[in-house]
């Protein structure tokens, strides 16, 4: 038979037991009857693509004209001529259309896929377009949500696209347009290129990271400077450098390696950086300056008029908080400011 104070003893167990045990109740519930099997849903800000959304209204469309597989999704209306300014404003799903041509501003609540081009007028606005060819809208458009031509996709001045846009050919960014994530072959703001003054290697003198004040060799290919530093002009250096400080890199030189700095990075007028930039604060490019690689900051990049970022055969990124372009830079790749970027007229 159980004394009392045995009986205390296992009540007071007992309870222990039960409090160890409750936080496990959930998992084991979780075990027998799984709630979290479905795929997450994932917010369309965070998809890695750039073109991620219109390919898949591309998939869709394609399945909808019977020339590509089932999707699920084919819910189009299907206009059997170029859609118009009344068919767009009272359309109650996204519509598949031939070549539009319009002199006349269009307006688009919905998805519009074309099947061929489509040229806008001025003040066009548009949430998502897709064109199997190209896409001209006059200035002052918008795109609000997402645009892709596999041909060239082509905003004019003051225009605002800030979600994505992409092109299979290449974008051209009138001036005074804003934009956030772009991506193409190629990509040009603003009128056109300039001629650009170019220095040939040649002409320039070899250097050595030895010789700046304060660099310590970490390899052969890498040096450290603790502190500010700044590269002569029209120099040659081969090799990455590392500054903890502010790096200044001379009008006309060319650093063939990796560069990276903690306080901001100037690349004056000419110079050219056969790899990439990185910096934790602002980065400045000067006019007719270019980088090969990657172009990233974690505040903000200003890019001289006919600075060229990236190559045809190299495509590459920018990134930064903020991105200012002036008119006639030109970029590989892709293009990201993840709050805002705008194209500045000389």
Same mark, same amino acid.
Not at 303 to 322: E, K, Y
């Given at each position: 038979?159980?004394?009392?104070?045995? *009986?205390?003893?296992?009540?007071?167990?007992?309870? =222990? *037991?039960?409090?160890?045990?409750?936080?496990?109740?959930?998992?084991?519930?979780?075990?027998?009857?799984?709630?979290?099997?479905?795929?997450?849903?994932?917010?369309?800000?965070?998809?890695?693509?750039?073109?991620?959304?219109?390919?898949?209204?591309?998939?869709?469309?394609?399945?909808?004209?019977?020339?590509?597989?089932?999707?699920?999704?084919?819910?189009?209306?299907?206009?059997?001529?170029?859609?118009? &300014?009344?068919?767009?404003?009272?359309?109650?799903?996204?519509?598949?259309?031939?070549?539009?041509?319009?002199?006349?501003?269009?307006?688009?609540?919905?998805?519009?896929?074309?099947?061929?081009?489509?040229?806008?007028?001025?003040?066009?606005?548009?949430?998502?377009?897709?064109?199997?060819?190209?896409?001209?809208?006059?200035?002052?458009?918008?795109?609000?949500?997402?645009?892709? %031509?596999?041909?060239?996709?082509?905003?004019?001045?003051?225009?605002?696209?800030?979600?994505?846009?992409?092109?299979?050919?290449? &974008?051209?960014?009138?001036?005074?347009?804003?934009?956030?994530?772009?991506?193409?072959?190629?990509?040009?703001?603003?009128?056109?290129?300039?001629?650009?003054?170019?220095?040939?290697?040649?002409?320039?003198?070899?250097?050595?990271?030895?010789?700046?004040?304060?660099?310590?060799?970490?390899?052969?290919? *890498?040096?450290?400077?603790?502190?500010? =530093?700044?590269?002569?002009?029209?120099?040659?250096?081969?090799?990455?450098?590392?500054?903890?400080?502010?790096?200044?890199?001379?009008?006309?030189?060319?650093?063939?390696?990796?560069?990276?700095?903690?306080?901001?990075?100037?690349?004056?007028?000419?110079?050219?950086?056969?790899?990439? &930039?990185? =910096?934790?604060?602002?980065?400045?490019?000067?006019?007719?300056?270019?980088?090969?690689?990657?172009?990233?900051?974690?505040?903000?990049?200003?890019?001289?008029?006919?600075?060229?970022?990236?190559?045809?055969?190299?495509?590459?990124?920018?990134?930064?908080?903020?991105?200012?372009?002036?008119?006639?830079?030109?970029?590989?790749? %892709?293009?990201?400011?993840?709050?805002?970027?705008?194209?500045?007229?000389?």
């Amino acid at each position: 038979m159980m004394t009392p104070g045995y *009986l205390t003893y296992f009540t007071f167990a007992l309870i =222990c *037991l039960l409090l160890l045990t409750l936080p496990f109740v959930p998992a084991f519930k979780e075990w027998l009857y799984p709630t979290d099997s479905g795929a997450l849903p994932i917010s369309a800000a965070y998809t890695s693509d750039i073109d991620h959304f219109a390919r898949r209204l591309d998939a869709d469309a394609r399945a909808r004209l019977g020339t590509g597989s089932p999707t699920g999704f084919e819910d189009f209306e299907l206009m059997a001529h170029p859609a118009g &300014v009344a068919d767009l404003r009272d359309a109650r799903k996204r519509m598949i259309s031939p070549d539009i041509q319009s002199v006349e501003a269009l307006h688009s609540a919905q998805p519009l896929y074309v099947n061929g081009s489509i040229h806008a007028g001025a003040g066009s606005v548009f949430s998502a377009l897709y064109a199997t060819g190209s896409v001209a809208l006059g200035a002052q458009s918008e795109i609000r949500d997402w645009g892709h %031509a596999d041909g060239v996709l082509v905003l004019n001045n003051n225009s605002v696209a800030m979600r994505r846009i992409s092109a299979g050919m290449a &974008v051209e960014l009138g001036n005074e347009t804003w934009f956030e994530r772009v991506q193409a072959p190629v990509v040009h703001f603003g009128s056109g290129r300039s001629p650009a003054a170019s220095y040939s290697q040649e002409e320039l003198e070899e250097s050595g990271y030895g010789d700046l004040p304060d660099a310590v060799m970490q390899t052969p290919l *890498l040096y450290i400077v603790r502190g500010n =530093c700044s590269l002569p002009p029209t120099r040659i250096y081969r090799g990455s450098l590392v500054v903890t400080g502010f790096l200044i890199i001379g009008p006309g030189t060319t650093v063939i390696g990796d560069v990276k700095a903690r306080e901001g990075i100037s690349i004056a007028r000419g110079a050219q950086v056969l790899g990439a &930039v990185t =910096c934790e604060k602002r980065v400045y490019m000067f006019n007719d300056s270019s980088v090969s690689g990657p172009l990233v900051s974690e505040t903000d990049i200003l890019i001289g008029a006919n600075a060229v970022i990236g190559r045809p055969d190299a495509p590459t990124t920018i990134s930064a908080r903020n991105i200012i372009v002036e008119d006639g830079v030109v970029a590989h790749g %892709a293009v990201w400011a993840h709050e805002i970027g705008m194209v500045k007229a000389a």
